[in-house]
């Protein structure tokens, strides 16, 4: 009797360390987000049923997304439950700000945190195009407990890897890049040296003509567990909910 005991719990135990390995696949797997930029209401009504995980919104795709009017945010967050993540960025064109601009990047941060909405997402460099660690840590201390990403203003810095530090020590949550590329796709091993340089001390996330053409690519080179698209596929500004449905699959594969 006590040898079948200790054979049958040997066998059982031997399972359960079996799918330890699959169960903590399964669950990196699931982990994998998707932020879709939307940069009018009725895209953010179709990346919500469309599945995505969270919405980036602004406005004015032709300038790389500048801040949503304060009629958007309201409307957006009246009826999207998925969380959203605001740009502040008062203008297209660099990301050195003079004084009126970064206060009314104050002003826009504060509007948000009253709305509830679940992150900002800025980014502010130096003339010299290093980060602006003073003004950047100044806006992430006046967002808290919001989320704060560093947008695509860090691609712009002449040496990335230090620079990513210095965004780790001003307390962002996220940086999005297309690792210092035109794409993230041509980016990739430069995303996936980021990836290892930060060693989960803030999410990495590949953005820049992410498709679902090319996201398989970018799953299997960087690693990465959150990325974000446009979804924009036709000409207009108006999120594609086929293309978000497949690329939502893609990162679940």
Do not use: W
Not at 18 to 34: D, H, Q, R
Not at 178 to 187: L, M, R
């Amino acid at each position: 009797m006590q040898k079948v005991l200790f054979k049958t719990t040997t066998t059982i135990k031997f399972l359960c360390n079996s799918l330890i390995p699959v169960t903590s696949v399964l669950k990196k797997e699931m982990n994998k987000k998707l932020e879709i930029a939307v940069f009018n209401y009725q895209s953010a009504l179709y990346a919500q049923s469309a599945g995505a995980d969270r919405i980036e919104l602004c406005i004015h795709p032709e300038l790389g997304g500048i801040s949503p009017g304060k009629e958007m945010i309201e409307l957006v967050m009246q009826t999207i439950t998925i969380p959203v993540n605001v740009m502040v960025r008062p203008r297209g064109g660099n990301f050195d700000y003079t004084s009126d601009e970064y206060e009314a990047m104050k002003r826009e941060i504060n509007y948000c945190k009253q709305q509830g909405v679940n992150g900002v997402v800025f980014g502010i460099l130096t003339e010299d195009r290093q980060v602006d660690e003073l003004r950047c840590k100044e806006l992430v201390s006046l967002a808290h407990p919001l989320k704060c990403t560093f947008h695509r203003a860090f691609d712009e810095c002449e040496l990335p890897g230090r620079e990513l530090e210095k965004i780790i020590a001003c307390g962002f949550s996220h940086v999005l890049s297309s690792g210092t590329k035109a794409n993230a796709v041509e980016g990739a091993k430069i995303l996936k040296q980021f990836i290892e340089q930060v060693s989960g001390r803030i999410v990495v996330m590949p953005g820049g003509g992410v498709r679902t053409s090319n996201l398989k690519i970018l799953v299997n080179e960087t690693s990465a567990t959150e990325y974000h698209s446009s979804a924009l596929t036709n000409q207009t500004e108006i999120a594609d909910t086929d293309e978000i449905e497949n690329m939502k699959g893609l990162i679940r594969q």
